[in-house]
């Protein structure tokens, strides 16, 4: 069974996510020296994503 034509270009759209993953957070606050290591991973302040 084929791909249908409309949802093959659907996958090439690639657009900037407004929300992080927790470990991508995670990565953006070591970057700025606000994670040392052992801190809890729940509860995490909001951040900006980094382009």
Do not use: C, Y
Not at 5 to 24: C, D, G, H
Not at 37 to 46: M, Q, S, V
């Amino acid at each position: 069974m084929s791909q249908h034509t409309s949802l093959k270009s659907a996958n090439k759209i690639i657009t900037k996510r407004n929300v992080l993953k927790r470990f991508e957070r995670i990565d953006v606050m070591r970057a700025q020296g606000k994670w040392k290591e052992g801190d809890r991973a729940f509860g995490l302040p909001k951040t900006k994503h980094q382009d």
